[in-house]
């Protein structure tokens, strides 16, 4: 046995099969074309030379030697900074199918190396947890069969929207339809919206596939989808446009980019959907936004209002607020008064057992357009892995709860609750969405899923990627870097979410029709959901079904 | 699904006319109930004057019996008439019916201090008090309505059958108005609360098909906490309590209702003069956008008469007749057996934008239709 330091070892010292992606390359297929090593985000493989000894040994000349031949190969680096995330483009350029990222079954050791240089492990995705959630295991199951047959999805019609804004009582509609009062402004939506996602946390190519795909379900397709800007802004072309009309604009704690939104009121050719005031996030509740700094590039700076290559760190806080009384009282306020009152503002809260004393705040605001809740589950560009993990509430039972608060009070047409954070993480994004309509949300944000099946991201809850933060988005969707964006084509971007709406609008229409519903979305419609665990059953007030 | 007949005639007639009618659309139902609701009534033996309110139901013991008595002592209302079926227990398929009450109470005198709106909530509150008493007592007491010129009567069991147990063919009480309804909603528990018509306050509906949105209709309905709006036992209860806070609560007119419970597309409300009032009238009262039923049958206190359809309209009703007389059935065969001496061209099948009404005349029917112009001085 050789003595131990004659061996490079240290305590963070990994090898192969402690990385959770191990690369498996085949020399014999390697036409060292170079793409893989080039393509790689994480500059995880290198081209390496080696020297192979054969031993050489001539026994009738008693002749002992050695020769030596070198070869050329693909190999991975097993530092933290450089292991490999598996998002398989190397797999993807390579034309020889000669190289490509393994799952490393076995448990892995850099769960302990997260931490070097002290700083704990940020990253972008959403909640390490896989397997099917508490979505996915309810069950649509009261099926309209016995007094009346239920409904062709093919052939009925159906009404798919819901409201977006604050809906007065019928009793106060009627008076002040009759003394001229103030109507509070509504939008007739999609319930599935594509949630916040910033112009600076996705790529210019990603948003604009976006906005692309989101204009065509509005004008082509009939089916009025509406975006949320996120933190960071809108480009002073589409505040300008004609399709400012299908994006929610959002103010977080940073305020990054209002400068140039309110400048531009003065010049828009229609309002913006609503307003939406960030207070808190799903996915990392009590912790402001975050643009690292590989992110922010000359425009930017420029959307942001802030000097190039800065880390953009918000608040986890509005600065000017201590309290949600505050808070509703000044910026709701305030934000629908530089609409002019025809916009409608509503804030977005993570999930919490304190939501409903939001809720109950925002009940008496005639201001108050909505609440946006976001669950654990909700996906983020950059945060850091305990919080995503570990810190925030569930979405279910936070809106169930919020709901029957507000059934209680005989408000729930006048707050329309938003439900957000982890719809489809697993695929089933109109059951998902469906369920939490039944349980009592008027509509849900959509962010992960619509990167995943717009563009094809690759992150998953394995933590497969999840570079997000990095600005090394290997499909371009999350980077400012534009030889990374470029390999996005908008028009391919635009044409799936158009895809995705449709499919989730005939989804939805499936799911409807067996119930006999066809007329108005089934918000609260809770007798048409089952789910085999009593534990859940009786904490959202649905049936035990087994 | 459950079969509907409402005839309404300037002269009484007998409710077993209506009964005939129910077998003829026999085909559709099970037996498992009858609702039978008469308005605009005229006995035999009394002169009744149509100011004074009718309590109908069934006790189901003498210990129930005694006590509606002396709660409606209590409340100061003074029996006027106590009309008695001839009963044949032996055609009724429950044994608990002690006794089917049709009573006529004098209002107390304290009443003449209140107005009108007061009265209708003391009436009510009545109603509601006795069905608690009853619900308190193992359910031994069921109150169906109480209130001026208007009989109901629930039984679970075969129309003709129920009408023969209780000689309803013997013309001792007969009424301008009868609606009657074959089958229990059977998608909930068999419960004689929950045969239609529903009643409150004057206002009656019943109702073919399921409604598959009830649960968030009386949700909503429940959180606006007002006392009669209690009950569900029926997914079809919450149309007559939407009809009720239409015209009562929100003082709307009749049109309003349709707009209410099925409102017109957005394309549609775009084309239309007061698209910007019925969209607003839409998004504030969505949670009462119905879904599934077929057809709304309703009558009103002043012997107006109504039908309206649902959205899908999957099953058309019929409604027929002459002046003075007319029938609304849910099957074309109904209207038929009510009225054959009418001319069945002129029978007429609602589309999903309309609302009919015979109006308190019955000189002929009246055809609303949701695009036409929706009464200005409610929009101005």
Known sequence: MVSARSVSVGPSSLSYTDLPWIIQHREDRCTLCGRCTAVCPKEAIYLAYRRQRMPKLDVLKK?????????????????????????????MVCPNEAIMPVPNTNEHRTLFFHNQKGQPQTRGGRRNISGPNLLDRIMFDRISMLTDPALDAGRHEFNLTTTLGRVLSPEEFLKRTAGGGWIPPTREIFPFVIGSM???????????????????????LG?????????GGCPPWILKSPYLKYIVLQIASGYFGWDEIIRAIPEMQCDPAAIEIKYGQGAKPGDGGLLMWFKVSKLIARLRGVPEGVDLPSPPVHQTLYSIEESVMKMIQTMSTAFGHKVPVYPKISASTSAKSVLNNLVRNPYAGGLLIDGI???????????????????????RECYLDLVAQ???????????????????????????????????????????????????EKNRCNVCNLGICPKGITSQNPKLYRRLDPDLVAERVSEVFMSISTEMKKIMAPLGRCQSLPVGMSDALGISDKDAAERLGIRYVC | MCRLALKTANEPFSPYEVLTAMEAMKEGYDGSGLGLLLRGLHFENFRYNPQHPVLSGIAHSEAAWQRLNAIMEQRGYELEYDHKFETLPTLI????????FLRIYKMPTAFGAKNEAEIEDELMFTRLCLRANGEENGNDLTVFSFWPDVAIIKEVGWPLEIGNALTLHDNRITSRICMAQGRQNTNYGINLYACHPFFIQGIATMTNG???????????????????????????????????????????????????ITPLKNAELDQHPQGVFLKGLRDVCRRLIIDGPNAIIGSLPDESCLLVMDQKKMRPSTVGGRDGVWAFASEMCGVAAMIPDRDPANDFQPM???????????????????????????VA
């Not at chain 1, 589950?377 to 809106?399: E, F, K």
């Open chain 1, 63 to 91: 002749a002992r030697g050695n020769e030596y031949r070198t070869f050329v190969g693909i190999r991975q680096k097993t530092s933290m900074a450089n292991a490999c995330i598996g998002c398989s483009m190397c797999a």
């Open chain 1, 198 to 220: 910033s112009f600076g946390a996705l790529s210019p190519n990603m948003w604009l596939g976006l906005l692309q795909g989101v204009a065509y379900c509005n004008e082509v």
């Open chain 1, 223 to 231: 089916i009025p989808v509406v975006m949320c800007t996120g933190e």
């Open chain 1, 377 to 399: 589950d909700g996906g983020t560009g950059a945060a850091y892995n305990v919080s995503m993990d570990a810190t925030g509430h569930p979405i279910a039972s936070s809106v």
């Open chain 1, 410 to 460: 005989g408000k729930q047409n006048e707050i329309p609750i938003f439900a957000a954070g982890g719809i489809g993480k697993n695929g089933n994004v109109t059951q998902n969405g469906m369920a939490l309509i039944m349980l009592g949300a008027s509509g849900v944000h959509i962010g992960k899923y619509i990167m995943q099946a717009a563009a094809g991201c690759l992150g998953n």
């Open chain 2, 93 to 100: 398929e429950a044994k608990d019916r002690y006794r089917y």
């Open chain 2, 210 to 260: 399921e409604n598959t949105a009830f649960v968030p209709i009386r949700d909503w309905l429940l959180g606006k906490h007002f006392p009669g709006y209690t009950g569900y036992q029926s997914d079809s209860e919450v149309f007559a309590h939407i009809l009720h806070y239409t015209l009562k609560q929100l003082k709307l007119p009749l049109q309003a209702y349709k707009h209410i």
């Open chain 2, 352 to 378: 999903r934008e309309h609302t009919i009404i015979v109006p308190p005349d019955r000189k002929e029917l009246t055809i609303w239709s949701q695009l036409d112009p929706y009464p200005l001085a409610q």
